[in-house]
């Protein structure tokens, strides 16, 4: 693979969806023709739903994102008209994860069909990273067709924090970092309590518009999601110093747990509350979710000292079995190591990796002269 993909965007909400759709309007029509036609097969939503279905609940999706957050939606429907496709359904492949929780929650019982996406993902407190500042570390796992659209796209609005983003051609935002310090990520989960609402990337990018952890969280309670993700927010306090949370949330419920030391989460419910919510999965995907809980857990626990480095060791981590943090597609698992970032916080850095870390060079994303996000060349693996 070459670099990664990057465009910078400015201007109105609208101004920078129109140039980020026209920058990659034929990926963006793959992409979202791909999602779409994934949302009918019945492996991924587990039964499948008509496409009548999909498109009222996909109207009644976009209501509810006008409603919680018409800065978004506006980006959106610039992103929409700048490549040529149906604002619905850019929203739809925007949220594909979450949505699937909606549709199969309206079809109702159904047998366990494929996993809809992963990811492993950490937060490291400040003393145990070594040198004073906390770190994010997520890779990003999903259906191996995504992979090919990986982009990186950096936000400059005024007004606003500048924003840095890991994310797909056409998608607003889905793991990120702000030049306030602030990090957002997730991981995917699979409930039962799907409905319509809000989905995850425009929560994500909501958040990444404030400068604290607080504010941050301020954004993720007032949504009412449309299906569950594990969030994981690091950054600035409001009373000084950094902190960090992990929030299991589903449309019902939400669990948090505040960063002490490592806080590390993949793809199954670990509290009792969410855990009541969770679909049953299919067993090679429950034995890759908890094999890199464990292998990640276990890892970290070994080192005195974390730094980014070490993550990037992590992420990169295979198996025989081949359910390692970092993986190919399996029988049952159609899922892939996509991507993967590390975040400092306080130097303002993601270093961002296209496809398996394992083999895929290392990108450095940091705060340049203006005050936006930008490439800074490929990162050899020397530690800070």
């Known amino acids: 693979m070459a670099g990664i993909s990057w465009l910078s965007v400015d201007g109105s909400p609208y101004e920078a969806g129109l140039a980020h759709g026209r920058a990659w309007a034929e990926e963006i029509r793959v992409v979202t023709r791909e999602r779409m036609e994934l949302l009918s097969d019945p492996h991924w939503t587990q039964g499948g739903a008509p496409a009548a279905t999909i498109r009222r609940l996909g109207e009644a999706c976009l ?65 145990r990273s070594g040198f004073g500042g906390p770190l994010f570390a997520q890779t990003w796992d999903m259906h191996p067709a995504a992979t090919p659209h990986v982009r990186m796209v950096s936000v400059e609005r005024a007004g606003e924090p500048s924003v840095v983003t890991f994310t797909l051609a056409g998608c607003v935002g889905m793991i990120g970092m702000n030049d306030a310090g602030l990090c957002v990520g997730i991981n995917n989960i699979l409930v039962t309590d799907g409905r319509v609402g809000v989905t995850w990337v425009f929560v994500v990018r909501a958040m990444l518009r404030q400068r604290t952890v607080e504010a941050a969280m301020a954004e993720l309670d007032r949504a009412e999601l449309c299906g569950a ?17 992990n929030v299991e949330a589903t449309p019902s419920r939400r669990v948090v747990t505040e960063l002490e030391d490592v806080l590390l989460h993949t793809n199954h419910c670990l509290d009792p509350g969410t855990l009541a919510m969770q679909r049953p999965k299919h067993p090679m995907a429950l034995a890759c979710t908890k094999t890199r809980l464990r292998d990640a857990t276990a890892y970290l626990e070994q080192q ?38 590390v975040m400092d916080p306080v130097a303002k850095m993601m270093w961002a990796c296209w496809g398996r870390p394992d083999v895929q060079p290392w990108e450095l994303f940091g705060v340049d002269d203006s005050g936006g996000f930008s490439p800074q060349g490929v990162e050899k693996e020397t530690r800070r």
């Not at 209501?63 to 610039?78: H, I, S």
């Not at 993700?229 to 949370?245: E, I, K, Q």
């Open 304 to 341: 005195s000292i974390i730094e980014p480095v070490t993550l990037r060791e992590m992420l990169a981590m295979r198996r025989a079995d081949g359910l390692g943090v970092c993986h190919d597609p399996m029988e049952g698992y159609n899922v892939e190591t996509s991507g993967a970032v």
């Open 63 to 127: 209501e509810a994102q006008e409603a919680y957050d018409p800065v978004m939606t506006e980006e959106l429907r610039g992103i929409a008209d700048g490549a040529g496709v149906d604002v619905v359904e850019a929203l739809i492949m925007n949220g594909f994860t979450d949505f699937v929780d909606a549709v199969f929650a309206e079809r109702g019982d159904a047998p366990v069909g494929d996993d809809s996406g992963g990811c492993t993902a950490a937060l490291v407190s400040q003393r």
């Open 229 to 245: 993700h594990n969030y994981l927010v690091l950054g600035p306090s409001a009373g000084g110093g950094w902190s960090g949370c």
